[in-house]
């Protein structure tokens, strides 16, 4: 069964999606895709909340206006793994861009303290050439496995 709640607004007809298990048990789930490249991010049980974001990299964008602070000052193009992260925080939370989330630098394990609401951990993942994206969570996950299908 799939159900919907806003958790900026509590509205049950949009928001972040949730499925159940036929056991009932909630599967936390949250999917992406940009050009060619779709990107599905799973978890069972549903301890762990999550959200996914890719990009196709395309040349010429400025983020002036777009990224916070000195994301927003590199060459054009070097942006999308800096968004990637922070749409990966607002899937995660279920609130959408409407606030921008905050990103901190990434530890040795690569993986950034990030807040929208609730504390987040987030992490670029390694993508196919031409493209960015990020996986963002409510705790660091013991295992990670990509499988990426154009």
């Known amino acids: 069964m799939i159900t919907r709640e806003c958790a900026h ?3 049950p007809s949009h928001g972040k999606p949730a499925w159940s298990a036929p056991d ?3 599967v936390e789930a949250n999917a992406s895709h940009s050009d060619a490249l779709g990107a599905l991010a799973v978890t069972l049980p549903a301890a762990l909340r999550l959200g996914v974001d890719v990009e196709f990299r395309r040349p010429n ?3 002036a ?7 927003a000052a590199g060459p054009p193009g070097d942006g999308f793994a800096e968004w990637t992260k922070l749409e990966a925080v ?3 939370a279920g ?3 409407v606030k921008m989330p905050t990103v901190a630098a990434a530890g040795a394990d690569g993986w950034a303290p990030a807040s929208l609401d609730t504390d987040w951990v987030v992490r670029n993942l390694w993508a196919p050439d031409g493209f960015a994206a990020a996986l963002a969570v409510s705790e660091v996950p013991t295992d990670i496995q990509l499988r990426w299908r154009r």
């Open 9 to 11: 607004c509590g509205d």
């Open 24 to 26: 009932g048990r909630r």
């Open 61 to 63: 964008v400025n983020w």
């Open 65 to 71: 206006g777009i990224l916070p602070g000195p994301a």
């Open 90 to 92: 607002a899937k995660a």
């Open 95 to 97: 609130t959408g861009i």
